[in-house]
């Protein structure tokens, strides 16, 4: 079984806490994903639940008892690491075979294990093979297959596609996805990278400076994150952020006013006494529209990407904010340095307050298909 | 296209390879010249670099006049050879342990270990000879063994810890994750994936352990048998001439084995110096 | 049990065979001893044994340079060789006088050599000398000297001075040929002396008519130069004969006479000396006796090539009969001196060695360079 | 390491048992034992008694401070000699010419030869008669007659440092070369690219970043070479009246040649002392530089 | 001026043919991307215009004298290397600095170039630092800074942006093309990053085992591949591949039999004595219809990513070929394991003969606006 509860872990580094209470469920066979920006703790979360970390305050329990001072092997886990970690005088076999033989199984057992898992990861043909003659994608499968023999309940992976190219590393997703329903362990797998993230998770759980910033379903940390780092964070490219004014608060949403004057309610909970508040609005760039939507903004590009499927289109709205991007598709006819006509529609926006704290949008849970919150399981 | 030069700078390069080599062989063309010529013919003024009377006798009478001429050449490189292997066994794990753990005391020890280098055998011939005679080590090789490898164990330390440290922590916790312990660590994983830098602190130490036997091996050695070539060469010293012929015959073909061992791993010394090096 | 005997020098000498016959009969008489010998090279071996006394792990027979005796015996490292009046009375009285000390005799001598003076017949000749006329006095020698560096391609003289014993070998010949000493019967110094000033100030003359850089050299570097006929005089023990062979036609004399003294040599003998603390000394003393019993040590001599250390002896006159050139050598016995006994040896010799190699550098006066060097020695003495 | 435990970790220690075993029996004891003879009159007799520093105050009352100054004198020009020959070498040795992987093996068998074989060659070199250097020389016409390398005070000592050289110059020579090696070829081709010649490139890339490398060894040559004694000891003792005695020559004559065991080891301590202290000073040194580097 | 050309360029190692025979000219002020898969030349390539590779055969030329025998300090360019290749011993001055440093030129002189530069780059307040306390972007910016120092007219770069990552990239991106504007240089830039070439590049150039694939402008090279390489290779996700059979071949187009026995027109210049062969039909992910199109598919989804504006789905058409992959929108009701309805427009598609060289599309020229394909200069 591989059932993992985080209980008010903390980690210290000298007088420096790096981990700040982190509390978390993780039920047998789930995915999750730790993602924040470089430094956050992720890496040292992981190592803690490996036992490669000492944890300073808390409790780690798998499957209900407590693995704190036990070490790695007893824990019931295996980790993969992102620079894979082959041992590189031994050859694909060895590798994988090595848990067995600390474990001294007898060669047999040994042969058919290491078999089983070769044949999982498709590298029957690469025994023989020492990790210097492999590819990435191999390197990245011998490393996984070393952690399967010994059959645990608990994977860990930290950031084990980032030395990966896109190609490979799109590959390596969906063979991951399909190995995570073939073994019915579970996964616990760090990344910065958001579409590993947004693609594999069945939870995504976002890290900010030590602390959990968000708990949730790729989807729902899409549409409902509840504060601004969380919505910064997630999505690519960033939402954008305009400084607004609140003007009204009611049933159907919060008013505000866009730096140009334009006016627009968006369907989020009311809060009282908001009103005069300066607030801030979230739109992701894949819903700037051309000429059209609720609240329209002039802005001139400075530099337009055409990749093809889409065209980005990189401006400011104002002259004190940072820029905005829009993703329109592949043929709008947007050029640097002419004014283009943006359109915003209310029901897309996100709305924060001056702490960061999300306003509850009105996406009525029946326009997702609850059923897709787990398809990519 | 960066490593095209012009005539000139072939010359400048050639010229000055030149002369550096001819300081460094200048030496061993002289010794070449001695062990060619009859012993009467050496001491010919003015100074000739070619007679006629040259021919390599030496290099057969040498075996006769110091009979057991081969039985020093192997015990030469025993000695180094058992120098080299024991002084791996102590640097290895120290080494190890410098670059990787943290403990308390450790820069201390660190620089203490450095700090051999700057005691020298031979002014603690004295003290060094009783305790060899306590533990009943006088001629025996364990004699010149054991203190060749004393002096060798902190450039040893030295080189493979700054290599040992290249080496990705991750590997060990790896297995550590993998449920290996920590000795089966060492010796399964750290030494074959450290091999190159081992195996320049081996040819350092063999060299070093060849070319330094001669205090040690003169003052606890008493056993003819048991001799190491420089002692050895010591004997073409007569009472009253030097047989500086089959000396200098007698000293190439001694440094034969140790050059061939070098030309053969010289790659592995300029390649595991290069992962050291940089680093300090 | 083990008797460790450390002889100086290599194993290829003619003597060493019947030294080791010798042992082989002696092993068989002594049931339960078992004699190793150790061949230590020369620059080594008397440290090596003292190291090994001083460490309390003598060997029970060394081989040592008959000036270290009193040291040895101060410091109580050896033990008397209790030689009976017979015993005594083989050796010519000099001789004996290299290895007493304090009444009692440390040592069996065992190789002993003199020095006499060799001469280039044909660089005579070729300077206009008269080549059968060898100097006899300093001031001839110089001239012979001087004669030879201006008329021929060679050097009158060679010279040693390098920092080795036997630059201070050489100049106690001077100081022997000069009526000097260096230290008395009493012990004191008496290096400071007129006679010595001027065999030192000679000593640097010579200097002048001598091969380049004598500071460079030794014994062992001025036979060559001999041989090749780049030097017209050296002055050297027995050895030198067989070095040279027939590569040049020379002659053999007496050592010239300084102005304050007569004829002299330095005497140096090297001994057998038994050590303290090896737990078999009277075996090791019965062992040095047989090895130097006259018939046995002049053998030995013979096979060697050493100057034989009792003249009188029938196979002495039979070598003489058959090899002329030994008779300066043993003629210069009664007339010579050993090599003074002080308690620092080595102290003495850097000491001396000093004094003569700032005169030969011509960096100090022969004057001041004695009067430090007696200085010196007080501490040594 | 981290483990999950907060007990003190006794591996480490384990390890370094073997290292520390052979390093206290060979080393440590006999050193410390030398520290006591310092303050003895040991000497072959097997009766020693204590007596305080007097065995310092003799030293020093002796010509001692003039071989301290000498030993530091030849420590500094053969290391200094050493490094520059080395540079030199490596700089050649890592141009892409053909032939260069042979030059690499010839620059070695100093090294590799015993130090007394390498001495004895160097000896018979010296001789003003017999000898190549001299024997050239005068067939050149540099010399007018025969030139005795070990027979004047400042020949003499140049001699023996230049035989140190040949000695220690091949070791330098490799560690940088390696050095040079590690340095990225980009940094060059970069700086190429913007036009600097070679000697600018080495001047302003490859010198400054072997910095590191030749401050290293330059130490460990320096603690080498202070301690050097077969050299020395083989081709002159010391002589042409002391002109080359050094420190380690005066400790051995004093101590194995004159049986002086308490002076020498009080000589002996000092050696130590006097290294300890260069190497602390050289190191605050060479910290010193680099943080000011880093501040610029 | 920063006028280039190449002509019939070649490179061997040894005896294997490296770069085997490339002709191209570069117009003053262009921005040429060069992609082509790993280990094709584009390093080879750029490092003989450099001059840092010597030139077996043909010509380099830049404004119409031959350089081949020029050090490149000679030729009138600088090279931005993808390690940056900065002299950690130097602060950013000074290594920005070091081509001026080289020239002898006076210290006021160097000191306002150098602050020109870094004021250019955002890097007035690095100037102290070494290159090893900065970060990724920070020392991309400083290589960069070395090389406009000395007002170059051809700019070299050699996957500059691959060590950074995703943000940063995209950051760096930006500012790249604005630099480009601003200096009015000639750009040559190697990469094998998809969106930095589409989005940056004037025209393409795509390499492929040392020779030249197809050169064209983004658009040119997403719509109209000139082969199966090219097709295959522009583009991400990937494109996909049918086999199919020709049946007819008329002005309208060529008509193909679908594997499932569909059969549809394609609009691409017919080819006369085609009909019954075996072709290859090319379909972009991002063109795949759900349960619409000229011709329909069904298939059964084995891995399904939501990447939020997407949804990726990945099946197999036919048991014998590869992946086929269909970009459906964010919120597309895919589900793995369940079959779905796939569509395809004879419009989108792409069709290569046997040798992989395309049938030319019938895209109306007027379609894509002209003015789009330079809008990112
Ligand atoms: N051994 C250590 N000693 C001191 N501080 C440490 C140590 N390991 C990590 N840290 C600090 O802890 C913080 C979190 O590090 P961690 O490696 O967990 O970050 P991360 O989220 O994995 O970042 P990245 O995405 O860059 O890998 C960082 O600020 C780091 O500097
Ligand atoms: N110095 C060299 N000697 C021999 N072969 C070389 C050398 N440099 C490159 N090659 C070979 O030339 C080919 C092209 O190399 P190049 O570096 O130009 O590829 P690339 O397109 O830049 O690849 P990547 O995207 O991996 O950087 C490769 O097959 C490579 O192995
Ligand atoms: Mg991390
Ligand atoms: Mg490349």
Chains 1, 5 share one sequence.
């Not at chain 1, 958001?194 to 379903?217: F, H, N, P, S």
């Not at chain 1, 283009?340 to 001056?354: K, T, V």
């Not at chain 2, 080599?21 to 010794?31: Q, S, W």
């Not at chain 3, 081989?63 to 050796?91: C, F, H, W």
Request: with cysteine; net charge negative; hydrophobic share 45%.
């Amino acid at each position: 079984m591989g059932q993992l509860e985080l209980a008010g872990v903390r980690k210290s580094f000298g007088t420096v806490e790096v981990i700040k209470g982190v509390s978390l469920d993780v039920a047998h066979g789930e995915f999750v994903v730790f993602v924040g920006p470089s430094g956050c703790g992720k890496s040292t979360l992981l190592r803690m639940i490996a036992g490669l970390e000492e944890i300073t305050d808390g409790e780690v329990r798998i499957d209900g008892s407590r693995v704190n001072d036990l070490p790695p092997v007893k824990r019931g886990i295996s980790m993969v690491f992102q620079s894979y970690a082959l041992y590189p005088h031994m050859n694909v076999y060895e590798n994988i075979a090595f848990p067995l033989r600390v474990e001294k199984m007898d060669n047999k057992t040994v042969e058919e294990k290491v078999h089983r898992a070769s044949k999982i990861l498709h590298l029957d043909e690469r025994l023989k093979h020492k990790p210097g003659q492999l590819s990435g994608g191999q390197r990245q499968r011998v490393a996984i297959g070393r952690a399967i023999v010994r059959e645990p309940s608990v994977f860990l992976f930290d950031e084990p596609l980032s030395n990966l190219d896109a190609a490979l590393r799109a590959e390596m997703r969906v063979e991951l996805s399909k190995l995570h329903s073939a073994l019915d362990a579970t996964m616990i797998y760090v990344t910065h990278d958001q579409v590993e993230a947004m693609t594999m998770a069945d939870r995504i759980v976002v890290l900010d400076g030590g602390q959990i910033a968000q708990v949730g379903t790729p989807l729902e940390l899409y549409h409902k994150p509840s504060n601004i780092f969380v919505a910064g964070f997630i999505g690519n490219p960033k939402m954008n952020f305009i400084k607004v004014k609140c003007t009204a608060s009611s049933d159907a949403g919060v008013t505000v006013e866009l730096p140009n004057g334009a006016q627009m309610t968006v369907p989020v909970d009311a809060r009282a006494g908001i009103e005069g508040q300066a607030l801030t609005l979230g739109i992701r760039p894949e819903h700037v529209k051309f000429g059209e939507g609720d609240a329209r903004l002039q802005a001139v590009p400075s530099v337009i990407e055409r990749l093809g499927i889409h065209t980005v289109v990189y401006t400011q709205i104002d002259e004190s904010e940072g820029t905005f991007t829009a993703l329109l598709e592949g043929s709008a006819p947007a050029k640097a340095g002419q004014a283009i006509d943006i359109g915003l529609n209310a029901g897309d926006c996100h709305l924060f307050d001056e702490s960061g704290v999300a306003f509850e949008r009105h996406i009525p849970l029946t326009e997702i298909d609850p059923s897709l919150l787990t398809a990519a399981s | 296209m960066i490593n095209k030069y012009r005539w000139w700078e072939y010359v400048l390069i050639y010229t000055g390879i030149a002369m550096f080599l001819t300081f460094v062989l200048a030496p061993f063309v002289e010794a070449f010249v001695v062990s060619m010529r009859p012993l009467d013919a050496l001491f010919s003024i003015p100074y000739r670099f070619i007679t006629d009377e040259m021919s390599f006798d030496a290099y057969f009478t040498m075996w006769k006049s110091v009979p057991l001429l081969w039985r020093y050449m192997l015990n030469s490189f025993g000695i180094a050879a058992a120098v080299t292997a024991l002084a791996l066994l102590a640097i290895i794990p120290a080494a190890y342990a410098f670059a990787r753990f943290e403990f308390k005391g450790r820069d201390t020890l660190l620089a203490a270990f450095l700090a051999v280098n700057m005691v020298s055998g031979a002014v603690l011939i004295i003290p060094l000879y009783k305790v060899m005679q306590q533990l009943g080590l006088l001629n025996t090789y364990f004699a010149m063994i054991a203190p060749g490898t004393a002096f060798v164990i902190p450039t040893g330390i030295w080189l493979l810890r700054s290599y040992l440290m290249r080496i990705p922590r991750e590997l060990e916790e790896a297995a550590l994750v993998d449920g290996a312990g920590r000795i089966y660590t060492l010796i399964r994983v750290i030494i074959p994936v450290a091999l190159p830098g081992i195996m320049v602190v081996a040819i350092a130490t063999f060299i070093t352990a060849y070319a330094q036997q001669f205090l040690f091996a003169l003052t606890f050695n008493s056993t003819n048998a048991l001799n190491p070539l420089p002692v050895g060469l010591f004997q073409f010293f007569g009472r009253q001439d030097v047989v500086w012929n089959e000396l200098m015959a007698a000293s190439l073909v001694g440094i034969l084995p140790v050059l061939i061992v070098y030309v053969f791993l010289q790659k592995y010394i300029v390649a595991g110096l290069t992962a050291g090096a940089v680093k300090e | 049990e083990d008797l460790h005997m450390i002889v100086c020098g290599d194993d290829t000498g003619a003597g060493i065979p019947k030294q080791a016959a010798l042992i082989e009969q002696w092993e068989s008489e002594n049931e339960g001893f078992d004699v190793t010998v150790e061949f230590v090279p020369w620059g080594q071996c008397q440290e090596k044994s003292t190291t090994l006394a001083a460490a309390g792990n003598p060997p029970a027979i060394a081989y040592m340079g008959s000036r270290t005796l009193k040291q040895l015996a101060k410091n109580d490292l050896i033990v008397p060789m209790e030689l009976t009046d017979e015993e005594k009375a083989t050796y010519a009285a000099p001789i004996l006088g290299t290895v007493t000390w304090d009444g009692k005799v440390w040592g069996v001598p065992r190789a002993f050599s003199t020095k006499a003076l060799f001469y280039n017949k044909d660089l005579f000749e070729a300077a206009g000398l008269d080549p059968e006329a060898p100097p006899t006095t300093w001031d001839e020698m110089y001239e012979a000297a001087k004669a030879i560096k201006d008329n021929t391609e060679a050097d009158g003289f060679g010279l040693a001075a390098a920092s080795f014993d036997n630059t201070m070998h050489q100049f106690l010949n001077y100081v022997y040929t000069n009526g000097g000493a260096v230290i008395d019967e009493n012990g004191e110094i008496v290096f400071n002396s007129e006679n010595n000033v001027q065999a030192l100030e000679f000593y640097g003359k010579l200097a002048e008519v001598s091969q380049p850089g004598p500071v460079a050299y030794d014994r062992a570097k001025l036979t060559p130069l001999f041989s090749e006929g780049q030097i017209g005089m050296l002055i050297s023990g027995p050895w030198v004969r067989s070095d040279v062979g027939d590569q040049v036609n020379y002659g053999i004399a007496p050592i010239p006479v300084g102005p304050m003294g007569g004829p002299g040599t330095l005497l140096i003998t090297d001994s057998l000396t038994v050590f303290k603390g090896s737990g078999m000394e009277d075996q090791a003393r019965d062992l040095v006796k047989l090895l130097t019993n006259p018939d046995n040590q002049v053998e030995f001599e013979i096979g060697e090539g050493f100057t034989p250390l009792r003249p009188d002896l029938p196979q002495v006159a039979e070598l003489v009969a058959e090899d002329p050139s030994w008779e300066p050598f043993l003629a210069a016995i009664p007339t010579g001196g050993p090599e003074p006994f002080v308690t620092d040896y080595v102290g003495m010799q850097d000491a001396i060695n000093e004094a003569v190699q700032g005169v030969v550098l011509g960096e100090v006066d022969a004057a001041e360079a004695i009067e430090y060097a007696a200085e010196m020695l007080e501490d040594y003495k | 390491m981290a483990t999950a435990s907060k007990k003190t970790d006794w591996f480490p220690y384990l390890l370094l048992i073997p290292a520390s075993m052979v390093t206290l029996i060979i080393v440590a004891w006999p050193l410390a034992e030398t520290i006591r003879l310092s303050f003895t009159n040991s000497s072959m007799s097997p009766v020693e008694s204590y007596v305080g520093f007097e065995n310092y105050q003799t030293m020093f009352s002796r010509r001692f401070p003039e071989v301290i100054a000498r030993t530091f004198y030849w420590m500094v020009l053969s290391v200094g000699i050493k490094m520059v020959l080395g540079t030199l070498g490596a700089v050649l040795l890592n141009a892409a010419v053909p032939g260069r992987t042979l030059f690499r093996v010839l620059v070695m068998p100093p090294w590799v030869v015993p130090i007394a074989v390498g001495v004895f060659i160097w000896g018979w070199m010296y001789n003003g008669q017999f000898g190549m250097i001299s024997g050239l020389g005068q067939r050149i016409g540099l010399l007018s007659g025969p030139f005795e390398f070990l027979a004047t005070k400042n020949s003499a000592f140049l001699s023996t440092v230049v035989t140190d050289v040949w000695i220690g110059t091949p070791l330098v020579t490799v560690y940088l070369l390696a050095a040079m090696q590690g340095i990225s070829p980009d940094l060059h081709e970069a700086a190429w690219t913007d036009g600097a010649s070679r000697l600018y490139r080495f001047r302003r890339i490859t010198l400054p970043l072997i910095m590191p490398a030749i401050a290293t060894m330059s130490l460990l040559s320096a603690i080498w070479t202070f301690n050097s004694f077969d050299i020395i000891w083989i081709l002159t003792e010391g002589g042409p009246r002391n002109a080359t005695t050094t420190m380690i020559i005066d400790t051995y004559k004093t101590a194995i040649s004159r049986f002086k065991y308490g002076e020498g080891a009080a000589r002996a301590v000092m050696i130590v002392i006097f290294l300890s202290l260069f190497s602390a000073f050289y190191f605050l040194m060479i910290s010193k530089l680099a943080k000011r580097e880093q501040d610029l």
